[in-house]
């Protein structure tokens, strides 16, 4: 009786399996993920998307902060993919637990091949070949630190992360990643993304990093969860530390595109961006006077040249220099001020700010 019930549960089970392998209308797909790269098979129903062509030359880079990843952001990855679009998403920084292909399960006609890489994998035939065959990438979610020792230890490339870097520079392939496969995409990777981490690097000077991919072609650090887990205090800690001079704090659900052609980056659908400029004077023991402006969905920014443009559809208002609103965080006090240059924009009247241009900041223990 009991090998009767466990047969029935095994049984149970393998239905259970193929019903969520499932693809709607396209019958059961069957995804065999017993092995560090394996494929899921395309969808025939879905969402199309309109491609746009790839040229040789750099790609574009899609950088999202976590949390909700959101239709269209996945859209906009799977177009800058090109005509025929093959996807490789690299689940490596979250140990392959991740269904990770789900992201972008909605589409229809995207092979999708997915990667679970340990660092003895990086020079792999295999998954070199599979590299070389994506139009684009995309980096979960998870641990950063896996990700730079999986792919970059020491600062220098694998042959995994050296087959991505081609494809991206020379033919035009879109990278992207959410959250920890956002951050790496600088030359430095913040190793903690723990709320309680601003506190840490203010008052305590512990703020764990790793070396990024460098991608941006710019010194430019960037940060996800950034409004969410309140990672200001320790973004000013790593500028300063680091000496570079901007970083980009992107929230939760929300993306920057950064175009192949070199023109200002895009703040896509979602929450808010903000840009954190450091002063020549800044030290890991006085982090005040920072510059900093927040953006939102539609806005376009050069990170080096601090130029903005903000989206049409806000206005400037008639007062500028409305109270900043940050949330507290125990253990450290934010200042804001205003400048001359500071300018506040919204579409939807005075009361709510969705850009502010040109403040400053700064943060101590308390």
Not at 317 to 324: E, K, N, R, T, Y
Request: proline content about 6%.
């Amino acid at each position: 009786m009991i090998v009767d019930r466990m047969i029935r549960a095994s049984a149970l089970l393998c239905l259970l399996l193929l019903a969520a392998c499932a693809g709607g209308k396209s019958g059961v797909r069957v995804i065999n993920a017993s092995t560090a790269v394996y494929d899921v098979p395309s969808k025939t129903n879905g969402t199309a998307v309109q491609p746009i062509a790839q040229r040789d030359g750099r790609g574009s880079l899609v950088l999202h902060g976590g949390g909700i990843f959101r239709h269209e952001i996945a859209a906009d990855i799977i177009a800058l993919a090109g005509a025929n679009p093959h996807l490789c998403l690299i689940d490596t920084a979250d140990n392959g637990q991740g269904q990770i292909y789900r992201f972008f399960d909605d589409f229809r006609d995207v092979r999708l091949s997915v990667l679970n890489l340990q660092p003895s994998d990086t020079g792999r035939p295999d998954v070199l070949a599979a590299l070389r065959s994506c139009t684009g990438f995309f980096f979960g979610g998870g641990d950063p630190q896996r990700l730079s020792e999986t792919f970059r230890p020491r600062g220098r490339d694998t042959p995994a992360l050296a087959a991505i870097r081609e494809r991206f520079e020379r033919h035009g392939a879109v990278v992207s990643g959410s959250s920890a496969g956002a951050m790496v995409a600088g030359p430095v990777t913040l190793c903690e993304c723990g709320a309680h981490s601003s506190v840490l690097a203010v008052t305590r000077g512990e703020l764990f990093k790793a070396p990024g991919f460098d991608l941006l072609g710019e010194a430019v650090l960037i940060d996800a969860h950034f409004f969410a887990r309140g990672l200001l205090g320790r973004h000013m800690f790593a500028l300063a530390r680091d000496r570079l001079p901007v970083g980009i704090g992107i929230d939760e659900d929300t993306a920057v595109l950064v175009p192949g052609d070199g023109g200002p980056w895009v703040v896509l659908a979602g929450k808010s961006v903000a840009v954190v400029r450091m002063p020549a004077a800044a030290r890991m023991d006085s982090l005040h006077h920072f510059g900093i402006s927040i953006l939102s969905p539609g806005d376009r920014f050069d990170p080096t040249t601090n130029d903005v443009r903000v989206a049409a559809q806000r206005q400037r208002l008639s007062q500028d220099g409305f109270p900043m609103k940050w949330p507290a965080v125990e253990g450290i006090k934010y200042t804001f001020s205003t400048t001359p240059d500071t300018a506040d924009y919204s579409a939807v009247g005075p009361k709510l700010i969705e850009t502010t241009l040109n403040r400053v900041v700064s943060v101590d223990p308390l």
